[in-house]
């Protein structure tokens, strides 16, 4: 693997249970949910620049961080794309 090849650090899922859930699983109507298309769509065509930004820096309702003090932006990025992935199946 290059050097300068940055990655996460931390399991998305793990991530997303320990902090992204309380508000990314339906108690915030404006937090889009894990698999929404339809919400996850508009929001991933702005960038993931952008939403790393929005995440790190607060956006409307998301606290700055997202109340994830140990996060990376690579952390950020992976948890992104496995919210925004299609829930699997039964």
């Keep these: 693997m290059p050097l300068y090849s940055a990655q996460a650090t931390q399991d998305p899922e793990a991530v997303y249970n320990r902090v992204?859930?309380?508000c990314h699983s339906g108690q915030l109507p404006m937090a889009?949910?894990?698999g929404d298309q339809e919400a996850w769509t508009p929001r991933l065509a702005?960038?993931?620049g952008t939403l790393v930004q929005h995440v790190t820096q607060g956006f409307k309702a998301?606290?700055?961080r997202g109340l994830c003090m140990d996060c990376?932006?690579?952390d950020?990025?992976?948890i992104i794309l496995w919210?925004?992935?299609s829930?699997?199946?039964p």
């Design 46 to 48: 702005k960038g993931m």
């Design 62 to 64: 998301m606290p700055p």
């Design 83 to 85: 919210m925004s992935a």
């Design 20 to 22: 992204c859930g309380a």
């Design 76 to 78: 950020y990025q992976a």
């Design 72 to 74: 990376s932006a690579e």
């Design 32 to 34: 889009p949910e894990r």
């Design 87 to 89: 829930k699997p199946g």
